[in-house]
């Protein structure tokens, strides 16, 4: 059965200092949210509150509307998956995912039952009778959701699961927890700091920065309305140029823009006005380089080509010396040293005022 979450005015303090500020967030039942951000910006230790492990020093935390800030962790329905696996190396896989039924004394012909849905599940079968250490890293990851799995939470909690994987292994697992998620419909909440992975998982994000949340919505929301440049830089790969703009004009068709060492009619409105100084943003993969594919916005030079196959990436450099990645679909010969014009469609590009905020 799937819980709702709710955090209200959420604060953690260690002694005087203060590292998850107030925090608001509603998780609706059966949701999969992401908690992404750079190290050091609270987000695991906001899951932790949530898991009973760490104590809330502020606000409200309530599951399915009731209040559990005094509640143990083992009474609050709820599962966690570590980083660590922090599976049990002198049991067998099964003795790993029955150990918490045991310990809770349910009768054995349930606890095997469960134990062998779980294993199912994640086709961990035939790996039963092995101890931890004969099982690859992925395999010891799917031991660890078992061993969630069995507990029938209401709410599963994923601390930074896929990091200790290697890259293959991060999009499998990556899928697999997505496809777990599409048959249990439990609610979960997963915390990574590789914004690749909250994009493809999540049915929402909560962006953290510095123990505040700066934006929370559905991947694409934020990927297409970024509410600052905090998280316009931070949701998309490669990441989004920037640049220093300055508004030289503003008329009824928008505004013009001084940039890259040039002028950018820009058919938009901004909240702004004459001589002010923004930061204009375009994602890599929403420039082209040829005639009919957007506004001219400069002609950069290219510093360095990556062919990866199915995209190209420029790196180039603009006349006032700004970098700017250009991602190009399918393969292109184009020869170091030479320029291209760099062309956008103005309505997939973001401005930003000098506090950070859209403008």
């Known amino acids: 059965m799937a819980a709702s979450v709710e955090l209200r005015k959420i604060v953690k303090s260690y002694g005087d200092l203060e590292v998850v500020h107030g925090v608001d967030l509603t998780i609706e039942?059966?949701?999969?949210?992401?908690?992404?951000?750079?190290?050091?910006?609270?987000?695991?230790?906001?899951?932790?509150?949530?898991?009973?492990?760490?104590?809330?020093?502020?606000?409200?935390?309530?599951?399915?509307?009731?209040?559990?800030?005094e509640v143990p962790a083992a009474k609050r329905g709820i599962a966690m998956v570590f980083q660590s696996y922090a599976l049990y190396p002198h049991m067998s896989v099964y003795q790993n995912l029955a150990f918490g039924l045991e310990t809770?004394?349910?009768?054995?012909?349930?606890?095997?039952?469960?134990?062998?849905?779980?294993?199912?599940?994640?086709?961990?079968?035939?790996?039963l009778d092995r101890k931890p250490k004969q099982l690859s890293g992925g395999q010891r990851q799917r031991v660890a959701i078992g061993r969630a799995i069995t507990r029938e939470p209401r709410i599963f909690l994923f601390d930074e699961p896929l990091s200790n994987l290697d890259a293959e292994l991060r999009v499998q697992m990556r899928?697999?927890?997505?496809?777990?998620?599409?048959?249990?419909?439990?609610?979960?909440?997963?915390?990574?700091?590789?914004?690749?992975?909250?994009?493809?998982?999540?049915?929402?994000?909560?962006?953290?920065?510095?123990?505040?949340?700066?934006?929370?919505?559905?991947?694409?929301?934020?990927?297409?309305?970024p509410a600052?440049?905090?998280?316009?830089?931070?949701?998309?790969?490669?990441?989004?140029?920037?640049?220093d703009a300055s508004v030289d004009a503003v008329d009824p068709a928008?505004?013009?823009?001084?940039?890259?060492?040039?002028?950018?009619?820009?058919?938009?409105?901004?909240?702004?006005?004459?001589?002010?100084?923004l930061t204009f943003g375009v994602r890599p993969e929403h420039i082209g380089i040829t005639e009919g594919s957007g506004v001219p916005m400069a002609n950069v030079k290219v510093d360095l080509v990556e062919n990866l196959g199915g995209q190209t990436l420029l790196y180039t450099t603009a006349p006032d010396g700004s970098g700017l990645t250009i991602v190009l679909e399918g393969q292109r010969d184009i020869a170091l040293g030479s320029t291209v014009t760099a062309h956008i469609d103005p309505a997939k590009c973001h401005v930003f005022g000098a506090d950070g905020n859209v403008a």
């Open 29 to 69: 039942p059966g949701e999969f949210v992401v908690f992404v951000g750079p190290s050091g910006c609270g987000k695991s230790t906001l899951l932790r509150m949530i898991a009973g492990l760490e104590p809330i020093t502020g606000g409200e935390l309530l599951i399915e509307g009731e209040r559990i800030n």
């Open 104 to 127: 809770a004394k349910m009768p054995k012909p349930e606890i095997r039952a469960k134990v062998q849905k779980a294993a199912q599940i994640l086709r961990i079968e035939p790996l």
């Open 175 to 225: 899928v697999e927890i997505a496809k777990l998620h599409n048959d249990l419909g439990n609610t979960m909440i997963y915390v990574t700091h590789d914004q690749v992975e909250a994009m493809t998982m999540a049915d929402k994000i909560v962006v953290l920065s510095a123990g505040n949340i700066e934006q929370a919505g559905a991947p694409l929301d934020l990927y297409n309305k």
């Open 228 to 243: 600052n440049l905090f998280v316009a830089g931070f949701i998309g790969s490669p990441k989004m140029n920037f640049f």
């Open 254 to 277: 928008g505004a013009k823009l001084g940039i890259a060492g040039g002028t950018l009619a820009f058919n938009r409105s901004v909240s702004a006005g004459k001589g002010d100084k």
